[in-house]
T-cell receptor, first 110, second 116 residues
Framework: KNEVEQSPQNLTAQEGEFITINCSYS?????LHWLQQHPGGGIVSLFM?????KKHGRLIATINIQEKHSSLHITASHPRDSAVYIC????????????WGAGTKLIIKP | NAGVMQNPRHLVRRRGQEARLRCSPV?????VYWYRQLPEEGLKFMVY????????ESGMPKERFSAEFPKEGPSILRIQQVVRGDSAAYFC??????????????FGSGTRLTVV
């Protein structure tokens, strides 16, 4: 079993829909990252969380440390949001090494 | 230049040749991390370097792969005698301190290595 699991693997939605991507992890962590990767493109860090909730524009990220679970929400989704969204955690005993989820491929149709 | 610069963006090598991948971190960042993304797989940690020091190379294959981060100049990931299985996207990230909950990472656009 992977230490970081994301669901769903693939998600197709219509423009304007509210999107939720989930991430569960099985190890103690010091921080969790949500990142975005466009096809053939680089990786952009969206959020780094160690507790609570963060919001940036139409993106919201939450984390529940007790339940070892995080969610990434996109409100009023747009075709330009189409990308792979990746959850990655820093293990508490590592302090720097990111453990990556497999990613969620999101397609927003106009 | 505010970001991590990786070059080249695309690199094609024949089997047996050497590949050199460069990463210039964000100005002022002294911590560099290399990750590899194999086709259809997630990213995997390779190596963590600070200026002139390798801190953790536990994710790097023992043979043919080496990394450095000299006092001056970019970090270099070097793959000798490349094989088809080395074909992947190689990403570099940097941080101002050790990338724990106090410091985030900035990622480069990656180098896509194709071995033919």
């Amino acid at each position: 079993k992977n230490e970081v699991e994301q669901s769903p693997q693939n998600l197709t939605a219509q423009e304007g829909e509210f999107i939720t991507i989930n991430c569960s992890y099985s190890v103690g962590i010091s921080a969790l990252h949500w990142l975005q990767q466009h096809p053939g493109g680089g990786i952009v860090s969206l959020f780094m969380l160690s507790s609570g909730k963060k919001k940036h524009g139409r993106l919201i990220a939450t984390i529940n440390i007790q339940e070892k679970h995080s969610s990434l929400h996109i409100t009023a989704s747009h075709p330009r949001d189409s990308a792979v969204y990746i959850c990655a955690v820093i293990r508490m005993d590592s302090n720097y090494q990111l453990i990556w989820g497999a990613g969620t491929k999101l397609i927003i149709k106009p | 230049n505010a970001g991590v610069m990786q070059n080249p963006r695309h690199l094609v090598r024949r089997r047996g040749q050497e590949a050199r991948l460069r990463c210039s971190p964000v100005k002022g960042h002294s911590h560099v991390y290399w990750y590899r993304q194999l086709p259809e797989e997630g990213l995997k940690f390779m190596v963590y370097l600070q200026k002139e020091n390798i801190i953790d190379e536990s994710g790097m294959p023992k043979e043919r792969f080496s990394a450095e981060f000299p006092k001056e100049g970019p970090s270099i990931l070097r793959i000798q005698q490349v094989v088809r299985g080395d074909s992947a996207a190689y990403f570099c990230a940097s941080s101002p301190g050790q990338g724990n909950s106090n410091y985030g990472y900035t990622f480069g656009s990656g180098t896509r290595l194709t071995v033919v």
